[in-house]
């Protein structure tokens, strides 16, 4: 309940966790069956679908569940490093904030009693962490990581070709932190193979990757009770259902789509039709008779020779399709009709009102079409002639039973997730602190949402952090409705009054002097009362302090979106003006280029590491050395559980070694791994986490609530769960 | 809206396989398919308490299906296995057996699950390698110019399910009939690639097995007021034939999403009865002399046919359909209205035939692709088992076509094989190992293991408590009595291998499968007069058994790759 044990509680929730998904990480983990409630019976390595089949209890490890979660539904991997990290970090704070209390935080805390007390000291760290989060880990990445980084393109041109060899091994490595130890070669062989016979030319993979990431389901066939060595890729789309008529055809086939039922009914949705006499009966069925086949014909004519229908069609079409030699494939699932038509460009047929002899426009050729028989059950092949650069191919899974199939499945899809993170671009900015002045920046973040206030967090960060410059950082939302400028990459405008941003459906945008005393900050009292009041205490708490001096303020702009502004010549000037007069202070905008990879094993952890500890030596500010450690060290938890197996010259303490000596003396790392894992899911892994633990650390109190959830939104939180 | 409930915990175990319960559990599932195993084999009576029929079985798939398991591993075991024999019908419980006895015997060295796992899959390679290859000493090519083989193949399949309760005449007689079938689904005129027929099983319960018989065509069952109304059919070469899919009771098919109002006196019924005679008239005046519906067909309908003497046979069901329209030519007609004349097919013959209590209808076409495989047992459950049986035994022979050749059954695959890994993990065991990261100590350890769950699953086919002994020159299987004397000439013993390919005649050092022995160099290569001149094989289903192999080996893998089980028990 209280907030006391906050830390603690979190400590051992994750404890508990950590042993669950340690056992499955990297090549050596190890299996774990899932039973369903069905009774169905589940293999997995999946970190996320573990700690889903876990249905936790504990509020603490539902909350880290549903991050976890969130996590994966962004980048599909590292749930199970995410646990571990995040276990690491509470484990250092535990130990850090156990040791340090009284003497690291005892002025500001005096007054409080020891709960609040406490709450504040988790307050402060969470503030560090995000401190260290938007400067500290993007810098680092950029200046020292940057260097080791390797890419999977064979050159840097603007094709970026794909270097198969390097694929392979991501792959590799991906794999045997997902599939049974002894699959994870054949598996990720059969991904490479697929994705290189997916992909028609050298460009398009980013497409092929899109497609198959969504319709990864489609693109599979499970087969149950054949050795996994079996499993195979065939070329082009097998559905799995019989044709309801075959009739074999050579060369190309021209196919069509029909989303109902080509045969007229006696009524429609809606209409009513009255039947006078038995007569009138009689001539109306032979009128759809006679209507159903002249539709047939007209296809015959056009030299269809396969219908692809969506809905189930009734017997008399069957037949006309069979006496015109028309094959006929029904109830296909809207997925597999979007799949095909994301493919073939294919647009379904529409049936003609009066008996037509225009062309048919809307069909597409395949290059055959035939039945195809895996483990005695009949699927539809079909040779798709692809109009965008996926050539269509599916994947045979085959395993001895469903669980494994499925577990296949799951981690082919999540390898296709993980590339299409792998080839966008990661962004990084941060602050550099120019040496030669003493004004350092202690960034403040004014996060402004739509109701533009976050105050609190100002206020907080006011007291902790008396330093003299605060930038504020005016987030996206914001600016969406507002002025706006048109940015390229770094945008950073000093002394933009702040009414103009908060107000505003005329923006002005008026350049003050970069060296503003405290006007800057009254520039937000005359409009919005609300704000006043908050930054009061804000002021007040600074006067309080000895450094009573505002030097400067200033207000960059983040993630701007790039939207066409008419004002977008008049605010360049500004701009070029204010970064010529910043001289002290760079805003870097960087970022980490599409398909950067490290070598697996440990690697990024061990070079995050190094670095942060260097970087936390040169660090002058207690609290950031106090995180920089906390999170340096939290980072050797992964390694040290992937070696722990390994003996000798492999275990961990002597790979430790060697890394840090060939940091030091510059030399390159040599890894005997061969795998490769990506950058940018790390780093995202690493940001995710610390944001957890972020909400972790600012949860003073628990409140159990004792009755049927009734909103719909209990429901979907239950869902993550 | 359904009441939301928070979900409960699941259960959560490590190390499943430590467990005492687990191992108990898995020891009682191994016995049971053991204890089944072979020609030997004892039945399982499976009775459940609530009521339904009793089965009695030994084989997997009848076993498999109706034995609940609830512990998770268990079902991984059963469901994996029950998998394979859908897909093979043959080699289930040499599945189960084999997996079990590999978790057992690795279970007992104690080495981590990686090094097992990684040379299990080395080891498995190497036999699958082996028993492709051509040199191997346990495999015979298939010769389809004689049935010699073939016949073996189908016996051993009969004699390895006690549970049908046949004599060696029925045994024969059966086998005859299974080859028979078999043969009869083969096309005459053969293109590149043969589409196999079908072969229709009809049941035929409570009557003697010497009386199933195996027909060309299909077989319809009719009732007898159904026979008497059938007229006497006349004679002629051809007899033309149509197939309806849509029913013919003058029902209304679907009118669509909005109402159809009909006015006062209006009568829909006679509407569509005269449709239907219409169609009975096109029917006539195209001279169809047999009609028949997968669904009903109208009385006043049938009446009509009838006075023209055409034959209407309705009810047929969907599951001759597809054989129908394949024997008899025909296109289903889904239509009403007008019937191309393209549709129709023909038959060579019809007749009616009793057999037993119950009547056919046969149709007999002029191209046999489908045969009617008339099966007869004594009673319901061992019918049950026969059908299986014979199911298992035409799979294994279209398998066989696909692959054409057997293994040697009897347990001589097994006991050869063992021998032919402990000479290669002797002899080159860098080759296996390679840059594996395991040393030889740790791969003789697990080749044991290995070869040790190969011979146990030899030895279970021995349950009257005899001896096995293996030959220090082939590595097969040999079985003497319980009671033999202790002091003894092993020729005078013994009579032949468990597949009955050597003769004790020939010295060949035997000696105890369980004792220890030094390894040998099995003589691969099959002499060919050796397989030729065997009468009587005990012969076992390539793809089937190799598939077994392969998937009890990943299975085995899996279970003891288990780390942790996570019992949902919502």
């Known amino acids: ?721 | 809206m359904s009441r939301l409930e928070a979900k409960k915990p699941s259960f959560c175990r490590s190390e499943p396989l430590t467990s005492e319960r687990v191992r108990a559990t898995l020891s009682v599932l191994k016995g049971i398919v053991t204890s089944c195993y072979g020609p030997a084999g004892r039945l399982k009576q499976l009775h459940n308490g609530l009521g339904g029929s009793v089965c009695t079985t030994s084989q997997s798939a009848a076993l498999l299906a109706n034995l609940p398991v609830t512990h998770p591993i268990l079902k991984i075991l059963t469901t994996s296995v029950q998998n394979h024999v859908s897909c093979f019908s043959d080699g289930g419980l040499f599945t189960a057996i084999l997996c079990c006895n590999l978790v057992e015997n690795v279970q007992r060295i104690g080495l981590t699950p990686t090094t097992v796992i990684k040379l299990n899959k080395q080891l498995l390679s190497l036999c699958t390698s082996y028993l492709k290859s051509e040199a191997c000493g346990c495999r015979i090519p298939v010769n389809f110019s004689s049935t010699q083989i073939l016949l073996c193949l189908v016996r051993s399949i009969l004699t390895s399910k006690p549970a049908c309760m046949l004599t060696t005449k029925e045994v024969d007689h059966i086998s005859t009939l299974i080859l028979r079938a078999f043969l009869l689904t083969i096309p005459e005129n053969a293109q590149d690639h043969i589409i196999l027929g079908k072969s229709i099983i009809v049941p035929l319960k409570h009557q003697r097995v010497i009386d199933s018989t195996v027909l060309p065509g299909i077989l319809i069952e009719i009732s007898e007021v159904q026979l008497m109304k059938i007229l006497p059919i006349k004679k002629s070469d051809s007899f033309k034939v149509a197939l309806f899919c849509v029913s013919l009771s003058g029902d209304l098919s679907d009118t669509g999403e909005g109402n159809v109002v009909v006015s006062y006196g209006v009568s829909l019924e006679n509407a569509v009865l005269d449709q239907l005679l219409n169609l009975g008239r096109q029917l006539v005046s195209d001279h169809v002399d047999l009609v028949l519906c997968q669904k009903v067909i109208h009385p006043s309908l049938k009446q009509f046919l009838r006075t023209h003497h055409v034959i209407a046979v309705d009810r047929v069901g969907v599951a001759v359909m597809e054989p129908l329209s394949k024997v008899t030519g025909t296109r289903p007609i889904g239509s009403l209205d007008s019937i191309s004349p393209s549709s129709y097919g023909s038959v060579k013959e019809l007749c009616t035939a009793k057999f037993g209590f119950k009547h056919f209808f046969h149709l007999i076409p002029n191209e046999t692709a489908v045969c009617s495989l008339l099966l007869c047992n004594r009673n319901d459950t061992a019918w049950d088992e026969l059908k299986l049986t014979c199911q298992t035994a035409l799979h294994a022979l279209q398998l066989t076509i696909k692959e054409p050749c057997v293994l040697l059954g009897g347990g001589c695959t097994e006991t050869h094989l063992a021998a032919y890994i402990r000479h290669k993990t002797r002899s080159e065991p860098e080759g296996i190992l390679r840059d594996d990261g395991c040393t030889q100590t740790e791969l003789q350890l697990i080749a044991e293991a290995f070869c040790s769950a190969l011979e146990s699953l030899a030895g279970s086919l021995e349950h009257d408590g005899g001896e096995i002994l293996t030959d220090g020159k082939y590595g097969h299987f040999w079985s003497v009595q319980a009671d033999s004397p202790s002091v003894v000439n092993w020729p005078d013993l013994l009579s032949r291998c468990g597949c009955g390919l050597y003769s004790s005649q020939e010295e060949l050092s035997w000696s105890f499968l369980r004792s220890a022995r030094l390894p040998f160099v099995p003589q691969t290569c099959l002499p060919c007069k050796a397989t030729d001149s065997a009468g009587n094989l005990t012969l076992d289903c390539f793809t089937a058994k190799l598939s077994g192999l392969q998937v009890a080996v990943e299975t085995a893998n899996l279970i003891l790759d288990l780390s942790y089980v996570i019992e949902d028990k919502n």
């Open chain 1, 1 to 721: 309940m209280a907030a006391a044990g906050s830390v603690r509680a979190a400590l051992q929730v994750a404890e508990v966790l950590e042993t669950v998904v340690s056992c499955c990480l990297g090549p050596e983990g190890r299996q774990v069956l899932c039973t369903k409630p069905t009774g169905e019976v589940l293999l997995s390595r999946d970190g996320g679908r573990l700690l889903k089949a876990l249905h936790l209890e504990h509020p603490i490890a539902r909350m880290m569940v549903a991050c976890v979660s969130s996590h994966l539904r962004k980048t599909g991997d590292g749930a199970k490093t995410f646990i571990i990290f995040l276990c690491h970090l509470l484990r250092e704070l535990h130990a850090i904030t156990d040791k340090e209390k009284d003497s690291f935080f005892s002025e500001n805390i005096q007054t409080h009693g020891r709960h609040w007390k406490k709450c504040c000291q988790w307050k402060f760290i969470s503030q560090a962490l995000l401190t260290f989060q938007t400067q500290i880990l993007d810098y680092v990445m950029d200046h020292y990581l940057g260097r080791h980084f390797l890419s999977i393109f064979s050159s840097s041109t603007k094709e970026r070709p794909l270097c198969r060899s390097s694929l392979e091994m991501l792959l590799g490595a991906y794999f045997c932190g997902r599939v049974g130890r002894n699959n994870h070669n054949f598996v990720s062989q059969l991904m490479c193979e697929y994705f290189f016979k997916c992909t028609a030319c050298e460009s398009g993979f980013e497409e092929v990757l899109e497609l198959v990431d969504d319709c990864f389901v489609e693109l599979k066939v499970g087969v149950t009770g054949l050795p996994v060595s079996d499993s195979r890729i065939i070329a082009g789309l097998v559905l799995p259902r019989d044709f309801s008529v075959y009739c074999p055809a050579d060369g190309d086939i021209r196919i069509v789509i029909v989303i109902e039922t080509i045969q007229p009914l006696f009524s429609t949705f809606g209409s009513e039709f009255i039947l006078n006499s038995e007569a009138q009966f009689q001539t109306s069925q032979f009128w759809i008779t006679e209507r159903t086949k002249a539709i047939m014909k007209y296809l015959q004519k056009q030299n269809v020779k396969l219908l692809l229908s969506t809905v189930k069609q009734p017997d008399l079409v069957i037949y006309c399709a069979g006496l015109n030699g028309i094959s006929v494939v029904e109830c296909l699932s809207s997925e597999e009709l979007s799949l095909i038509q994301r493919v073939t460009g294919l647009a379904p047929f529409v049936v003609p009102q009066a008996s037509s002899q225009y062309e048919l426009s809307n069909t597409a050729m395949v290059k055959f079409c035939k039945p195809f028989i895996l483990r005695s059950k009949r699927y539809v092949h079909l040779g798709l002639i692809s109009t965008c650069s996926f050539t269509p191919h599916c994947i045979v899974l085959c395993g001895p039973v469903q669980g494994l199939v499925e577990q296949h499945e799951v981690a082919l899809h999540g390898a296709f997730k993980m590339l299409r993170q792998l080839f966008k671009d990661l962004d990084l900015n941060y602050v550099t602190q120019a040496g030669d002045q003493n004004c350092t920046s202690s960034p403040l973040i004014y996060k402004n949402s739509r109701e533009s206030n976050d105050l609190p967090e100002i206020v907080n960060g006011s007291i902790q952090r008396p330093y003299q410059d605060t930038v504020v950082k005016n987030k996206d939302e914001l600016a969406k409705t507002q002025t706006y400028l048109e940015a390229y990459s770094n945008l950073v405008v000093p002394s933009v009054e702040l009414e103009t941003n908060i107000l505003c459906s005329t923006p002005t945008v008026t350049l003050t002097d970069t060296y503003q005393t405290d006007a800057t900050l009254r520039c937000f009292s005359p409009d919005k009362a609300g704000i006043m009041d908050d930054h009061e205490p804000f002021i007040e708490s600074n006067s309080a302090n000895s450094t009573t001096e505002y030097t400067r303020r200033e207000i960059s702009y983040e993630n701007l979106q790039v939207t066409k502004n008419a004002r977008k010549g008049s605010m360049l000037p500004v701009r070029h003006k204010s970064l010529e007069m910043c001289t002290s202070q760079s805003y870097c905008f960087s970022s980490v280029p599409a398909g950067c990879v490290l070598p697996v094993g440990g690697n990024f952890e061990i070079l995050l590491h190094y670095y942060l500890l260097s970087y936390a030596k040169k660090c002058q500010r207690s609290e950031e050395i106090m995180v920089s450690m906390i999170i340096a060290n939290a980072l050797l938890g992964v390694p040290k559980i992937l070696y722990k197996s390994k003996k000798g010259n492999y275990s961990f303490p002597q790979i430790y070694i060697r890394a840090l000596h060939s940091l030091q003396t510059n030399q390159p790392m040599i890894s005997n791994q061969t795998g490769l894992e990506s950058v940018a899911g790390k780093y995202q892994l690493l940001t995710s986490v610390l944001q957890c633990l972020r909400n972790i650390l600012t949860i003073d109190s628990v409140i159990n609530i004792k009755r049927q959830p009734q909103e719909i939104y209990d429901q979907d939180s239950e869902e993550e769960l």
